[in-house]
């Protein structure tokens, strides 16, 4: 059954009902998964997306106009929340790079310096087994420090096949790195 979403179902909303923050969850949620999927293709990091875009919709409830499409409303929530999630991810791949790169070239042969060293050398064959356009992308990004623009640029393919490889890229070495081959 199809539910339809009016002006006072937002108005309800606003005014804090959660019978109409149900029917919102229920008319929107398979909309914003398929729409997170698209750009994420991964069902739990989708999920994710799904429950934060309603954890922050109850908590902008206020900032609601019925005049205006509440979908609208939705979908920018829901393209904030897979930008913030890409921001994390980039932020927390740099992180790992930069401990890596640190502990590589410390003085003192410690345990932590050889798990560093047998980390970077699982990390740098899961590297070599990357398609060879794939690796080259991931390089540029990841070692060399170009945008996506950058890169389709320099390469002369699309952002989106950037983005693509650079997300394939991640998913087979962080799958690589938790069940080495």
């Known amino acids: ?17 959660k019978e109409a923050f149900s029917q919102i969850f229920q008319h929107f949620s398979k909309k914003v998964y398929y729409f997170s999927m698209g750009y994420l293709k ?3 990091e989708a999920q994710d997306i799904v429950q934060e875009v309603f954890i922050k919709l109850w908590e902008k409830r206020a900032m609601l106009e019925e005049e205006k499409s509440i979908s609208g ?14 921001r994390k991810k980039k932020a927390s791949q740099f992180f790992f790079e ?10 003192r042969a410690t345990e932590e310096e050889i798990f560093f060293n047998e980390l970077n050398s ?12 794939r690796k080259e992308v991931y390089l540029l990004s990841r ?3 170009l945008t996506y623009q950058e890169i389709a640029t ?8 950037v983005e693509n490889q650079i997300s394939e890229a991640l998913r087979f070495l962080r799958n690589y790195l938790q069940h080495p081959r």
């Open 143 to 145: 070692h060399e420090g």
């Open 1 to 17: 059954m199809l539910i339809q979403i009016d002006k006072y179902t937002v108005l309800r909303l606003k005014n804090g009902d």
């Open 42 to 44: 991964a069902t739990n």
């Open 122 to 133: 699982m990390y740098q064959k899961a590297i070599e087994q990357l398609p060879p356009k």
């Open 154 to 161: 320099r390469l002369n393919i699309s952002i989106k096949t």
């Open 73 to 86: 409303f939705i979908f920018t929530l829901t393209y904030r929340c897979i930008m913030d999630f890409f």
């Open 98 to 107: 930069q401990v890596l790169r640190d502990n590589l070239h410390a003085s």
